[in-house]
């Protein structure tokens, strides 16, 4: 007989049993002069997004700029991010170069 009960407990221990949160991708831009970000297939302001950013932490942030995103609303993005205790934030960026476009 092979003895489960040893195992889970290292299992839990190990923080092993409950699988990470799955990876949020966020895109972030500009309408109308403010900084938005869209999570999900909804686009928001980061100042109505602050609310919904404290239900992420725990999870795998990627933040994607695109080719018309506005790097002065990273900055904000990334303080509203940490201000509501998410810790695991990465960015992605794609190159003009890789895109096709000119340097």
């Known amino acids: ?16 049993a409950h699988p990470a949160a ?12 403010r900084c938005t970000v869209t999570a999900d297939g909804r686009t928001m302001t980061l100042d109505s997004a602050a609310t919904e950013f404290r ?14 995103t506005t790097f002065g609303c990273l900055g904000p993005l990334i303080s509203a991010l940490e201000r509501a205790s998410v810790r695991r934030i990465g960015f992605i960026s794609e190159p003009a170069e890789l895109r096709g476009g000119a340097r």
């Open 1 to 16: 007989m092979i003895r489960r009960a040893p195992l889970c407990g290292l299992l839990l221990a190990a923080g092993c």
């Open 22 to 33: 799955a990876d949020l991708q966020l895109q972030f831009g500009m309408a109308d002069g």
């Open 55 to 68: 239900h992420w932490h725990g999870r795998r942030i990627m933040i994607r700029g695109g080719s018309e």
